[in-house]
């Protein structure tokens, strides 16, 4: 049951069950109101996810409402792009499904989260393996504070439309505070899934637990946009 004591039903194009390496998992999104910058994310998540976690689950929470509650969300007309945040958006490649550093505020903001170095030279060595066909190599050396940046798109729920939130702090000691918050039954992650793939970036769980839980989400069962489910439930049937 959901934690509003309704059956478990997917997102809208999404499947509730997923099969991995033979067994079957349901993906149980959880609906909450809109998180905003302020708020707690213990009462968040004992509101909304407390009554819905039963033994042996694995509870998971998008790396952007840990982020909020962290205060680590920024309006754009607060980001001023230095010139070389303008210079390199300009050449990464927009997606439909998230703008990720293709926009100067949140290339900025990727520069004071990783520095200047760091990208620059993520930047050239992507430049230069793009030219052999490998795709990639600009996230694995930016690395995750890179990677989970999320910027502004038609299908952000107002006011994120309008705003730059950065990777969580401590992921791995936010999934273990939140483990013991829900009782220590349930394993608890950190994540951050897209329609393009998925990273975990702090759980609970062991390396080959984190590897199992990514195929499990590969395919977003929380949504892209406006389906407000920032919290989830992987359950073994």
């Known amino acids: 049951m959901s934690s509003e004591g309704q059956p478990p039903a997917a997102n809208e194009g999404k499947q509730l069950e997923v099969q991995v390496d033979g067994a079957r998992y349901a993906r149980i999104p959880l609906r909450t109101r809109v998180v905003m910058p302020g708020d707690d994310l213990d009462e968040i998540v004992t509101q909304y996810g407390a009554a819905a976690v039963r033994p042996g689950d694995t509870f998971f929470v998008t790396e952007k409402i840990v982020a909020?509650?962290?205060?680590?969300?920024?309006?754009?007309?607060?980001?001023?792009?230095?010139?070389?945040a303008l210079f390199l958006s300009k050449y990464v490649t927009r997606t439909p499904y998230g703008i990720g550093l293709g926009m100067p505020e949140t290339m900025e903001m990727?520069?004071?989260?990783?520095?200047?170095?760091?990208?620059?030279?993520?930047?050239?060595?992507?430049a230069v393996t793009k030219f052999f066909g490998r795709k990639g190599d600009f996230y694995r050396i930016a690395g995750d504070k890179a990677r989970?940046?999320?910027?502004?798109?038609?299908g952000t729920i107002?006011?994120?439309?309008?705003?730059?939130?950065?990777?969580?702090?401590?992921?791995?000691e936010v999934a273990a505070h939140?483990?013991?918050?829900?009782?220590?039954?349930a394993e608890v992650a950190v994540v951050d899934i897209n329609d393009l793939g998925g990273n975990i970036l702090g759980s609970t769980l062991d390396k080959a637990g984190e590897k199992r839980l990514v195929a499990i989400l590969g395919d977003n069962p929380l949504g892209q946009g406006h389906q407000s489910t920032p919290l989830g439930i992987v359950r073994a049937i």
């Open 68 to 84: 909020i509650t962290q205060g680590r969300s920024y309006l754009l007309d607060e980001i001023r792009p230095r010139k070389l």
């Open 158 to 172: 107002p006011p994120y439309n309008q705003a730059v939130v950065l990777g969580p702090d401590k992921p791995r």
């Open 148 to 154: 989970a940046i999320d910027g502004p798109t038609s």
């Open 178 to 185: 939140l483990k013991t918050l829900l009782g220590g039954t």
């Open 110 to 126: 990727a520069l004071r989260e990783c520095g200047a170095p760091r990208i620059l030279f993520a930047a050239a060595v992507s």
